[in-house]
């Protein structure tokens, strides 16, 4: 099992980052609607060190915002950083708009079993996940197949 450090939720993860075999990777769902195309698969890329953790940085000052709201003690207009936090949190948002991104000449494809270790992966809130990833030689379908360039 490898660890989720980090992760976006739209009805299930969609992306973030975790390891593969140890290794940081940045990990993108490639299935646009999983309830009419069926099986998700993602394409996964090596991160830096530097770039994972000012993934990890961003992320816990998110966790923090993220706290705070459900506690009711901060409104949605402060989204997504607390106020003591938006400098430090938007310089690494910067930083890692254009490093977390899938590299193209470096990537694998896989399908994920993303496991809670807590009961709040239903709404996503504080979830901590791990992930079992299963590597694939193309991705699950014919019809992805055939548009899909390595």
Same mark, same amino acid.
């Given at each position: 099992?490898?660890? !989720?450090?980090?992760f976006?939720? *739209?009805?299930?993860?969609?992306?973030?980052?975790? @390891? *593969?075999?140890?290794?940081?990777?940045?990990?993108?769902?490639?299935?646009?609607?999983?309830?009419?195309?069926?099986?998700?698969?993602?394409?996964?890329?090596?991160?830096?060190?530097? !770039?994972f953790?000012?993934?990890?940085?961003?992320?816990?000052?998110?966790?923090? *915002?993220?706290?705070?709201?459900?506690?009711?003690?901060?409104?949605?207009?402060?989204?997504?950083?607390?106020?003591?936090?938006?400098?430090?949190?938007?310089?690494?948002?910067? $930083?890692?708009? *254009?490093?977390?991104?899938?590299?193209?000449?470096n990537?694998m494809?896989?399908?994920a079993e993303?496991?809670?270790?807590?009961?709040?992966?239903? $709404?996503?809130e504080?979830?901590?996940?791990?992930?079992?990833w @299963?590597?694939?030689?193309?991705?699950?379908?014919?019809?992805?197949?055939?548009?899909y360039?390595?």
């Amino acid at each position: 099992m490898d660890k !989720v450090y980090s992760f976006d939720w *739209y009805d299930g993860v969609r992306g973030g980052v975790a @390891t *593969y075999n140890g290794q940081p990777c940045y990990f993108e769902s490639q299935c646009v609607d999983i309830y009419s195309q069926g099986v998700d698969w993602f394409k996964l890329s090596p991160i830096s060190e530097e !770039v994972f953790k000012q993934e990890i940085e961003q992320w816990a000052l998110w966790r923090k *915002y993220e706290a705070a709201f459900h506690a009711g003690q901060i409104g949605i207009e402060q989204h997504p950083f607390l106020p003591e936090d938006r400098e430090r949190g938007e310089e690494l948002k910067k $930083q890692l708009e *254009y490093q977390l991104v899938i590299n193209e000449q470096n990537f694998m494809i896989a399908q994920a079993e993303f496991l809670a270790l807590d009961e709040q992966i239903q $709404q996503a809130e504080g979830a901590e996940l791990e992930v079992r990833w @299963t590597i694939l030689v193309a991705p699950p379908s014919a019809s992805w197949r055939a548009s899909y360039n390595r």
